[in-house]
């Protein structure tokens, strides 16, 4: 008789399948699966919209879905109303409502989409005011299709999206709104007055005497001094500082 081998053979393993998963497994292969962005493309030109689109489905290896198109804001947001894109790509320059106005209304939408403004190559006089109605980026219609596909998922994750052009023109609105703001400023400061006080401070800014400024405000010297010196104060500014606030606010002389 042959002896019996007494060594212990390993019970075979089941081969897992797709339902023998635990929750936490399918759970964690969820989260590894990258989810569909959908984006709905706006532009009055047909043909942009169709070239997006294509960009869109052909270069992100399935991670984008184009659910519409639509070539006006009025339509843009009535159909993001209804289907909730995770994108909009919107033009700028359309007849009837444009595109920054389609985007405030539809950053207003209880699902608001993420924003990303449609641009030529200068995108002149529109960043500003795209970023206040809501946008987050812009994309350029000649920028490369690995550029567009970048930017659309980025700004799912909650990130900014300015390529050159458009950070370039924001930089130049900021600082052309330097002046003007200094301005807006001055002239607040100078309608905070009293308007006898505000008067007295014009004056000087022209370079008059206490004695001549009295004379053209038909008051006592002294009185125009108390004028002049109450709006010192309450400005918290010496006479040469109250000049240049004049100056600043670039306001007419007094007649």
Request: charged share 25%; aromatic share 2%; net charge negative.
């Amino acid at each position: 008789m042959n002896p019996v081998n007494s060594t212990a053979q390993p019970a075979a393993q089941p081969i897992p399948s797709a339902g023998n998963e635990t929750p936490d497994e399918r759970a964690a292969e969820s989260s590894a699966t990258p989810r569909t962005v959908t984006v709905s493309v706006i532009d009055d030109d047909p043909m942009v919209c169709q070239a997006m689109s294509l960009i869109l489905t052909d270069y992100s290896n399935g991670r984008i879905r184009v659910v519409s198109t639509s070539t006006d804001g009025t339509g843009a947001v009535e159909r993001a109303a209804a289907e909730r894109p995770d994108v909009v790509l919107m033009d700028i320059a359309m007849p009837g409502m444009d595109g920054i106005e389609a985007t405030r209304r539809l950053r207003a939408l209880p699902h608001a989409p993420h924003v990303l403004m449609l641009t030529s190559l200068n995108p002149s006089n529109t960043v500003e005011r795209s970023v206040e109605a809501g946008a987050e980026g812009f994309v350029s219609k000649t920028d490369a299709p690995g550029d567009i596909i970048r930017r659309v998922l980025n700004v799912c994750e909650g990130a900014p999206q300015f390529n050159t052009a458009s950070q370039r023109q924001l930089i130049g609105d900021l600082h052309a709104q330097r002046p003007v703001a200094r301005r807006d400023e001055a002239r607040r400061l100078l309608d905070a007055l009293p308007a006898r006080e505000r008067e007295t401070v014009l004056l000087a800014a022209e370079g008059l005497s206490n004695a001549e400024i009295a004379a053209r405000m038909f008051v006592s010297e002294r009185t125009a001094k108390a004028h002049l010196s109450s709006a010192a104060d309450k400005l918290s500014m010496n006479r040469v500082q109250l000049a240049r606030l004049v100056e600043r606010a670039d306001l007419p002389p007094v007649g």
